[in-house]
Each structure stands twice: as C-alpha cells, then as structure tokens.
C-alpha cells in the first residue's frame, strides 16, 4: 500500500503540468486539462484492461484538439468527445482492439513524428509569450520574425529564456544523481519558474486559472444538434481512430516495461471509451493513454491499479484546494515541457535507424510524418496506412520468370507470387516466348505458389491464342492434376514425341505418383499437355499414351531404391524384360 501511494503522488507530479500545458497548447481553459486529468485517474485508472497505463490529456492530441476548437468552437468539443468515447466502447465490444496491432510500425512512428514536430514549432510561440500564427506550416515559416521580436523585447527574453531553461533541463535531469533524479523535471522547472517571475521587474505571462466546477459545461440539445455537419462527424471518427490507436499503441510499449499482466486490448479500449464519454458529458479534453505517466508509474515500483486511480484523486484535490498555486506557472515553463515532449514524439533518431533497417519502411514513415504536417493527422494517417499496404503488396509479389530457348522450345519458367502488380512483366516474357519464332513454347508455372485472377487470365488467354496460330503450347499450372480434355488436345498439332517413355501408367496420361507420406494425397501441380487415353474396360490397365504424348516429373524429390522394380512388377510387366 505505502508503494503505490508513493507511486500516485510521483504520477501526480507529472501529470499536474502536463494537463495544463496540453490545455493551454489546446486552446482551451486549463481547467478542461485538469478535469480530464482526473478522469483519466479516477474513471479509467478503475476500469479493467490496463494495469500500470495511466491516461489523461495527451500532447499528442493537442494540435488536432486546437484545429477543432478554432473550427467548430469549444462547446462543441465536448460532444466529439462523447461520442467518441462511445465509438470506442463499441470497438472494443466487437473485440476490435487488437485489429491496432496491425498497424504498421513505420506509420505509428511517422505518425507520432507527425504530431510532436508541429507540437514544438506551434510551442515556440507561447514560450516567448507569443501567439502561433495558426497552421503547422506557418508556424514553422514564422520562427525566423518570432526571433526578431524576442530579442527587441527584455520582457520576452526572459519568458523564452525560462522556456529554453525548462527544455533544457527536461533533457539533462535524467543525468541528476540519486535520489534527486526521483523528483519529475518538469515539477522542478515549474517551481523555477515560479520563484523566477516572483522577482521584482519580471513580468512574463502566467496561467489563468479560474473554478474548477465553474468550468464544466454539459452540452445541451444545440450542440448535439451539431451532428447533422459533416465535419463534425469527421472529427468524431478523427478523435476516435487516433485516440484509440494512441492509447493501444502506448500499452504495447508500457507491456514491455514491466513483467506484470499484460493488457487486454479490448477491455482497455471499452476502459478509455468510458473516460472519454464521461470527459465529453463534461465538456473536457480527450483521454488517452500518456506515455510519460506510465513510464513514471511503473518506474515508481506501481504493481496495481491503486497508484493511477488514486493520481486522479490528488489531482481534483489540489486542484479544488490550492487553485491560487496554478496561477503562478510562467505559460513558457508549461511550453518548455510540451516543447520536450513534442521532441521524444517526433524522434529524430529513429528516422536514420529506420534507413538503416528497410528503406521502404523509411519512405512510409517520413511520408506519413509530411503529409500530416502539411494537412492534418487523419489525412496523414490514411496516407500512411496506404503506402503501408502498397510497400507490402510490392513485396508479396515477388515473382521470378526465367525465360530461355531450347532446341525448338521457347521455353517461360515462373515462380513465386504471380499477382496483377506484376502483370507487365509476365506479359513482357510471354510476348518474348510468341516471337521467338519457335514451333514450341512451354510455360512452367508449377513453382508459383500464388496466381491471381489477372495472370492466370493472361496466360491462358495467351495459350488459346497461340495455340489457335497452330503452336504448340505445353502449359504446366500449379494446383492439382487435371487431364486436358480431348477437345484441347485436338486442337494441338501432332508431332513426334521428343521424351517418350515406356507405355504404361495407372493414370490416365501421367506416370504413378512416387510413394509420399501421405498416400492418396493429389498431385501438387497439374500438366495440359496431352489427352487422356480410352480405356477398353473399367478394371483394365490404363492403355498406352499416344505418340504426342510427353511425360513431365513434378515430383523433385530422390526416387526410392526399389521404385523401378515395384513399377515394373505392378505397372508394366513388360518393362523388365525389355
């Protein structure tokens, strides 16, 4: 008990400026920050799915939580929010949560790129007690004259001094010694921060804060009348996708930090589905699940759910309490920390790891982090997850074609995936095979293991069309044995057999399959080169193979030592004393 108590009070460190900065970085009261904080800890911190994961307002969220608030206003984020939640309730009843898991990791990481490179550049602003001028791109554009006013302004200086002070410190504090290194560097830039505009002749920008109760606000049948707008149903999905893909994304990474349970995916999505209807009954921020609050849960010596439940308490409690103590936070310590975590989101490191790796990978994540930089994170993500699935497309359809001439044969061997994204080459041999000038073309195709709809087609469209020209075309298909029908054979042009063996077989027009460990089993491929013989009576031995019969061994594996005399002795009597 004394360690998970312990635990919640060093989540609550971390949490506490963390809500703020994400509601200011939000545009949205910090009340709204703190309400979701609580939320997180007390609704979904008692729910089942996660053990050690602790949610609450995400940094991640706060540039698509701002972009709907300057769209739609603040008052109708609370029913986005509701619905959502929601939306993730009946995903994880459906038992959807684990689909996350198939994600492609290059697009989670462009993705969190994605949203930590415009978290930075949009927290420069207010670190210098400045206002971002709107879009990721303008925001970046504009970093050259925000410069300029800082440095003609010594109030300004001093706000964007406390904020390069607090990034800094974020980075270096992990190198503190023990114990102090316990203590949260983002609690010890806010106590900074607040001794340093205490002084006299500082005037930088501080947090408003105002009632706690008094910020909530329930929407009413206006704003559920909202759903009728497109965009607000595209923002619900938006919110919902992202949120839920966050929060499974950040248990993934919380599993491997610990060797407790494990999470149940669904639970844990119907958990944060519960959280955010509530949070949006309240007209508060979006929840998920917060990576730097479960690394510090679990690096606190947390086994049970107690810890992120009671972190909630503590953070209503001061909330409630000490409300005159937020008020003295410096806004730019708040954007130094936001400005951190929009570092560790972005990772530039991973960037060369992932080149280094599989570039096509590569190419995934960094399309996915510009497209959401240039639009917005849906867009970027849908882009992504399609680059992904063409990436993986591209490489199932590896398709081998030899292709070489043989005496009077022109002769196309293929293997592996055989699908319409490689079409163009299949086509380009089997033309290669038409003007050869050979009387004789074989396709072997018995080594793909997969034929699509569109190749099969083009090559059998290619033997009728060959085979109508009066060439002969010897087309061996993977797939079970099946005789050609006489009505193909007719078609061929008879000529002298070039492999002909002894007459003789079980089978009409195919040697006796080799013994196997699975007798009985069909033959793995087919040939359509030559007719079934007649048979003179049903318990006859099969007759003898016309003379433009050819014989093909599929089979690659070493005969058996006695295979010629049992074939003799069962087969063709003939054959030995021959």
């Known amino acids: 008990m004394a360690t998970e108590i312990t635990a919640s009070l060093v989540v609550f460190l971390v949490a506490l400026p963390l809500c703020i900065g994400v509601a200011v970085a939000s545009g949205v009261p910090a009340e709204l920050g703190i309400i979701s904080g609580v939320i997180g800890g007390l609704v979904v911190g008692m729910a089942r799915g996660s053990t050690l994961q602790v949610s609450g307002p995400a940094a991640g969220l706060a540039a698509l939580v701002s972009e709907t608030v300057l769209e739609h206003g603040v008052a109708m984020l609370g029913v986005i929010v509701f619905f959502s939640g929601l939306l993730q309730i009946v995903l994880g009843l459906v038992r959807f949560g684990r689909f996350f898991q198939a994600i492609s990791l290059a697009v989670v990481q462009g993705m969190l790129a994605g949203i930590g490179l415009p978290l930075m550049f949009s927290q420069a602003y207010p670190a210098a007690d400045a206002k971002a001028p709107g879009t990721p791109i303008e925001n970046m554009a504009g970093i050259p004259g925000l410069l300029a006013d800082t440095f003609g302004d010594p109030q300004t200086m001093i706000a964007a001094g406390l904020g390069v002070a607090t990034v800094v410190l974020s980075f270096l504090w992990k190198k503190a ?6 203590i949260p560097a983002a609690l010890v830039a806010v106590g900074v921060g607040i001794a340093i ?19 909530v606000d329930v929407p009413g049948a206006g704003q559920f009348a909202g759903l009728a707008d497109a965009g607000i149903i595209t923002a619900i999905l938006t919110f919902t996708v992202i949120a839920s893909a966050e929060s499974l994304f950040t248990a993934a990474a919380v599993d491997r930090m610990h060797d407790g349970p494990r999470t149940r995916y669904n639970p844990e999505l119907i958990a944060q589905g519960a959280g955010n209807t509530v949070a949006g009954l309240l007209g508060a921020l979006p929840i998920t699940a917060v990576v730097a609050r479960s690394s510090a849960n679990v690096q606190a010596g947390a086994k049970t759910r107690l810890s992120r439940t009671l972190h909630g308490l503590w953070l209503l409690a001061f909330a409630l309490l000490l409300p005159q103590v937020l008020a003295l936070i410096p806004i730019s310590v708040l954007a130094g920390v936001l400005i951190h975590s929009g570092w560790k989101l972005f990772a530039p490191a991973e960037f060369p790891k992932m080149w280094k790796q599989d570039r096509g990978e590569f190419a995934v994540m960094t399309l996915t982090t510009l497209v959401i930089v240039a639009t917005a994170l849906l867009e970027g993500v849908l882009f992504g997850l399609a680059a992904g699935i063409v990436l993986a497309a591209v490489r199932m359809s590896q398709t081998v074609i030899r292709q070489h001439v043989e005496d009077d044969t022109a002769k196309v061997v293929m293997a592996g995936n055989a699908t319409f994204l490689r079409l163009p080459q299949v ?7 038409a003007e050869s000038g050979k009387p004789r073309i074989r396709l072997d195709l ?39 029908s006489t009505e193909e054979a007719a078609a061929q042009p008879a000529e002298p057999a070039t492999d002909r063996r002894p007459a003789g077989s079980t089978t009409a027009g195919r040697l006796p399959r080799r013994p196997t460990s699975a007798p009985g089993r069909p033959a793995r491929h087919r040939s359509e080169t030559f007719p079934e013989p007649p048979r003179a009576h049903a318990d006859a031995p099969a007759a003898a193979p016309g003379p433009t019969a050819e014989w093909f061994y599929l089979d690659t594996r070493p005969m058996p030592e006695d295979f010629a005399e049992r074939y003799a002795q069962e087969y063709a009597p003939g054959y030995a004393q021959n």
């Open 197 to 215: 505009a205490a002084l006299p002749g500082v005037e930088v920008k501080t947090l408003q804060v105002g009632n706690l109760l008094a910020a």
């Open 446 to 484: 018995t080594g793909v293991t997969h034929l699509d709809h569109a190749c099969r087609s083009q090559v059998e469209e290619f033997t009728a069309q060959q085979r109508g020209k009066g060439l002969r075309v010897e087309l061996l298909m993977p797939g079970p044995a099946k005789p050609q």
């Open 177 to 182: 010694p023990a114990p102090i290194d316990k």
């Open 427 to 433: 086509i380009e041999a089997l033309e290669a095979a």
